[in-house]
């Protein structure tokens, strides 16, 4: 249970088509607009995508901004704005950022706009490709800038399949792509913050591995919500599997014996992060 290794290797077949298939639709779109997960805005990345999208314009929408630090997210929202990348910050569930989005794409493609007036293309669409890996929220995203269910969605890993155009408004077009991810987790922190956040299933890696090093990694950076949370009281360089056991124990999740109940406790860590319980928590930070 505290092996600390983990190895997914992890490239379907499907993905594989499906960054080919992103390689021809790029032909098709004016810009490309990625969705990224404001609690690991880096882990979240496909780290192919610069090179698949070239030079097309972009912008990098930091969602699910409802879960995450809220000076984080100011701090990650920078960082991209300093590569070159339009941001958008959202909040699907409750739409909040969701109006600013066309406004964004036409500042973003302003140049366009106006190449296409000048030759009189009035009614021509701009059209855009919105690319992410699996759930990180992005057919939701559609379905809310359409104000339709134009994508399917589910809270699972890889249910969107084909490619799919949803007509927004006369103007502007978008198009769907399935969630792809790298071959393979070379960073094993870069898969296990995929676990945390649920990209990854649960069932591909032990709970109780999985929530020692969440719960070590949230000590370092959010003690005090720890503290408040499971009433914690251990030193600062306490390990992962040491503040499971007291926080299962403050708790009251005993076995046999006397024994602390760290699958139940992992279980319920891993359940109380995913839905804010804990509190709001941004688990990476941007270059320096």
């Not at 690991?40 to 990345?45: K, N, T």
């Not at 960082?79 to 500042?107: H, M, N, Q, W």
């Not at 995203?141 to 969605?153: D, L, V």
Request: aromatic share 8%.
């Amino acid at each position: 249970m505290m092996d600390d290794k983990m190895n997914i290797q992890w490239y379907p077949g499907h993905m594989t088509k499906t960054r080919r298939q992103m390689e021809e639709d790029l032909k098709l779109v004016d810009a490309v607009c990625e969705l990224l997960d404001a609690r690991i805005p880096m882990a979240s990345r496909n780290p192919d995508i610069d090179i698949i999208c070239g030079k097309k314009p972009r912008m990098v929408i930091l969602n699910r901004i409802d879960l995450a630090d809220p000076a984080a997210t100011t701090r990650w929202s920078d960082y991209f704005k300093g590569k070159g990348y339009c941001v958008l910050k959202t909040d699907c569930k409750s739409r909040k950022g969701i109006d600013r989005f066309i406004p964004a794409v036409r500042e973003l493609l302003s140049e366009k706009l106006q190449r296409y007036q000048e030759r009189g293309f009035v009614n021509k669409p701009l059209k855009l490709m919105i690319v992410g890996i699996p759930n990180v929220g992005k057919s939701t995203f559609i379905n809310q800038i359409s104000g339709r269910k134009g994508a399917k969605a589910e809270n699972r890993p890889g249910v969107t399949r084909g490619k799919q155009w949803v007509t927004v408004d006369n103007g502007l077009l978008l198009l769907d792509t399935p969630g792809i991810l790298w071959p393979r987790f070379d960073d094993e922190e870069v898969g296990r913050r995929l676990a945390y956040t649920g990209a990854v299933k649960d069932d591909i890696l032990d709970i109780e591995t999985l929530a020692c090093n969440l719960i070590a990694l949230l000590w370092r950076r959010y003690p005090d919500a720890l503290r408040e949370r499971y009433k914690i009281d251990l030193p600062e360089d306490a390990k992962g599997y040491e503040l499971l056991e007291e926080a299962g124990r403050k708790r009251g999740f005993l076995l046999t014996r006397g024994e602390i109940n760290t699958e139940r406790m992992a279980r319920v860590l891993m359940e109380e992060y995913r839905s804010c319980k804990i509190g709001r928590f941004t688990l990476e930070e941007p270059e320096t």
